[in-house]
């Protein structure tokens, strides 16, 4: 089922604050309260809205960020996707198109921790190369 416009501005207030209530959700939507309820829960049960997250503020990010750039042996993905997601510095890990086969986005305390969590990526069984980007800072969040 496809999302119209008001599940669309809906979407767009939660992203904005998923912790709105659903009151004023419904009010700035010139909804009634049941009415966004109900398409909440439309939207969770179809699988538009996988779940409700925490943003840090800019004091918890304090932690060091990097990207991994992965090219990985073929029909090795599945087996270092394992791997990665056994890495509790591994935050996040997408399949792309191009040059490289996975990003793995990483966060970690310390150098020592970065270039440790590092390491054992681009040795990992299956990962052909590796190249990685340490974040200076964040210009734009958009919260996706």
């Known amino acids: 089922m496809q999302n119209d416009d008001i599940d669309q501005r809906l979407l767009a207030l939660l992203a ?3 912790r709105m ?7 700035r939507l010139h909804l009634a309260r049941t009415t966004v309820q109900a398409r909440l829960e439309r939207l969770e049960t179809n699988g538009t809205i996988a779940g409700y997250t925490l943003r840090l503020g800019q004091p ?4 060091l960020r990097a990207t991994a750039l992965l ?3 073929p029909r090795s993905g599945p087996a270092v996707l ?10 996040r890990v997408h399949t792309t198109s191009g040059r ?18 590092l390491d054992w990526i681009g ?6 190369s590796s190249e990685s980007l340490i974040q200076l800072s964040t ?6």
């Open 123 to 128: 040795e990992a069984k299956g990962v052909r």
């Open 82 to 91: 394992s791997r990665l997601k056994a890495l509790p510095n591994v935050m």
């Open 100 to 117: 490289f086969d996975m990003i793995a986005e990483i966060s970690a305390e310390t150098t020592e921790e970065l270039d440790e969590t």
């Open 139 to 144: 210009k734009i969040d958009r919260g996706f």
């Open 71 to 73: 090219s990985v042996e």
């Open 16 to 18: 904005e604050n998923a």
């Open 21 to 27: 209530p659903v009151a004023q959700m419904a009010r």
């Open 60 to 63: 918890a990010q304090q932690r």
